[in-house]
Structure formats: C-alpha cells, structure tokens
C-alpha cells in the first residue's frame, strides 16, 4: 500500500552511499530460512571480494542456523536485484556489479530451512 504525503515532503536522504565512509550496504535474503524474519542488512566494503564476503560476512552471520553448515554458498544459485547472478569468488563486490543498497538471493535448493520445514 502506496502512502501519499499531506503536504510537500522534502527531504535529504540520510541513507545515500556518501554517508558510508567508503562502505556500502548490502541487502542478502536466504529463501526458506525463516529463523531470520528479514533480509540481512550488512555493511560492507566495496573492494572486498565475493568470496571473502562469504568467509567473513555471510558465514559468521548465519552460523547459527542448523542448515549453515551444510550450506555450500559458491555453489547455490543466486540472484542480484531479482536478476540471475554467478558470483565470481575472486571479483570484487563492486566490479562484480555489487553496488550500494543492491539485494542478493542466495538460494540453497538442497536446503529448505529447520528440518525441511519449508517443504
């Protein structure tokens, strides 16, 4: 539902790219696991690798889910911005295409959440 504003509502976004200090915002949802309500919201550099995103961001931060350890991230299928993406391990997350506020899919089609409870 669209919200329409009473009056002339202007404003400056405080959420844009120049107020990170060089980092960005990454969204990523992970279908089917809803023992996390939401996507995660990380803040990440930009330079950083799609793999060392992984290994130091994505995997710390769902380890606490039962499927993480089985989760093999390199190898799901995923998305960016709701469009078909194969990360490169080696690419940084900017020149892989990964910019501020984008939305990663992660899908593990083997996986569906706490004993198969999105099955």
């Not at 506020?101 to 409870?117: D, F, H, Q, R, Y």
Request: charged share 20%.
């Amino acid at each position: 539902m669209s919200v329409n504003a009473l009056y002339d509502y202007k404003f400056e976004p405080r959420d844009k790219v120049e107020n990170f200090h060089g980092m960005q915002l990454l969204y990523l949802y992970w279908p089917h696991h809803l023992m996390y309500c939401s996507p995660f919201a990380f803040l990440v550099q930009p330079d950083m690798t799609f793999g060392a995103f992984i290994e130091e961001v994505l995997k710390p931060a769902v380890e606490a889910h039962p499927d993480s350890a089985r989760a093999r991230f390199l190898d799901a299928q995923w998305q960016l911005n709701g469009e078909p993406f194969t990360p490169d391990p080696s690419a940084t997350l900017k020149s892989s295409g990964i910019d501020h506020k984008s939305m990663l899919t992660v899908i593990t089609p083997e996986l569906n959440g706490i004993a198969g409870s999105a099955s």
